[in-house]
Structure formats: structure tokens, C-alpha cells
């Protein structure tokens, strides 16, 4: 004679939805537990690059002082006008470089063929910055002086040649005798400098 099997189930309804929260619960919660140590992971690191370059920033901020400090014993200035100066002595170096080469043997010479015997130089100037020869002198008639301004036009390193002012002023020691007193401004420009620009 068989006994028949009774199968009963002792656990709870529902048991296995509890165990699948459970299960997810568990995984958020690592998943929480890694993603909050990453977070002061990168936090820590992060403080420690700024303490570094605080740290070498304060460094560099020491030892400009002290240059500074140094330069100052040496009679350099190095505060921040001086330093916004920098650039405007640049430039003005620059200019001087530039007039190394300039020859005044050169201006003479081009001004002595250019100029009528007749005509007495005074004084001879240049402005470097505009690259502008002015000449003082004086002559005894317009023609004279109408024959410099031509003749400075014809050579090659004059140009714009404009004559500033003129007057009619008597000759000390000679009565009567009347000199044309003129001031005049030309632009100037050397051969030689004007074929090594050619050239480059």
C-alpha cells in the first residue's frame, strides 16, 4: 500500500521578490560605497595638486622678492612701472641699432654735390625719427636758392624738399649788402641703405 507525498511550503509568499530587493538594495549600496570613494579619492588628490602649486607659487613669490630685493642693492629696477617701461626702451633700442649704420661722411657728401657753391651752410641737423635732414644757411639771391632746392630734388637721396622760411637780413660788416637767410627740410634717404633693403 503507497503513502501518498504532501509537499508543503514552510516559507513565506513572496520570499523570492524580497530576496531580488534585497539583492538590488545591496548593489546600490556598493555601488554608493565606490562611487563615494572615488569621490574623495579625487578630492584628496585634488588638494594635494593645490597645496603643491600654492606651495610653489608661494616659492616663486619668495624668490622674485628676493631679486628684486637684489636688484634694488644693484641700483636695477624691477618694480611693475619700470617693467611697463620695458617695451619703450625696446623700441628705442631698436632706433639706435637702426642709426649704427647711418654716415654722416655720407649726408655731407651728397649735400656737398647738391649744394651751389653760393650757398653758405649753417648748420646741419638730423631727425631720426622722420629721417629728415634740416638745413640752415643763407645765399644772396632767390635763384641761388631756387638752384638748391632743384638740385636736391635731382639727387637720388633727397626728396620732399620744402622750404620752411626765407627772410631778406643784412650782412653785418657791409652796408647795405643784403643776404637771403632760409631754413629748409628734406627727407633723406642713403644709396647704400636703400640697396641692402633691395637685397632683403
Known amino acids: 500500500m503507497m503513502v501518498p507525498r504532501v509537499h508543503i511550503r514552510l516559507s ?3 520570499i523570492k ?14 555601488a554608493s560605497l565606490a562611487l563615494t570613494f572615488s569621490f574623495w579619492w579625487v ?6 595638486t593645490i597645496n603643491t602649486i600654492e606651495s610653489q607659487t608661494q ?12 636688484a634694488k642693492t644693484t641700483g636695477i629696477d624691477l618694480s ?7 617695451p619703450q626702451q625696446v623700441s628705442f633700442v631698436k632706433q639706435v641699432r637702426e642709426r649704427v649704420g647711418f654716415s654722416w661722411t655720407k649726408l655731407l657728401t651728397d649735400l656737398e654735390s647738391s649744394v651751389p657753391k653760393r650757398i653758405m651752410m ?14 640752415n644757411g643763407s645765399t644772396q639771391s632767390l635763384q641761388d636758392l631756387n638752384l638748391l632746392i632743384h638740385q636736391l630734388e635731382k639727387h637720388q637721396a633727397f626728396h620732399d624738399v620744402i622750404l620752411t622760411q626765407h ?5 653785418k660788416g657791409a652796408k647795405g649788402q643784403l643776404r637771403i637767410v632760409f631754413s629748409m627740410k ?12 633691395i637685397k632683403s
Open 122 to 135: 649753417h648748420a646741419v641737423s638730423l631727425d631720426d625719427k622722420t629721417n629728415t635732414v634740416l638745413l
Open 80 to 86: 611693475e612701472q619700470a617693467i611697463r617701461k620695458i
Open 167 to 171: 627772410a631778406k637780413k643784412k650782412k
Open 186 to 197: 628734406v627727407s633723406y634717404e642713403p644709396q647704400d641703405r636703400l640697396s641692402k633693403t
Open 17 to 30: 521578490h524580497l530576496n531580488l530587493t534585497q539583492f538590488g538594495l545591496k548593489a546600490i549600496i556598493v
Open 59 to 70: 616659492r616663486i613669490i619668495t624668490q622674485t622678492r628676493q631679486v628684486i630685493d637684489q
Open 43 to 48: 578630492g584628496t588628490t585634488t588638494n594635494e
Open 12 to 14: 513565506a509568499p513572496g
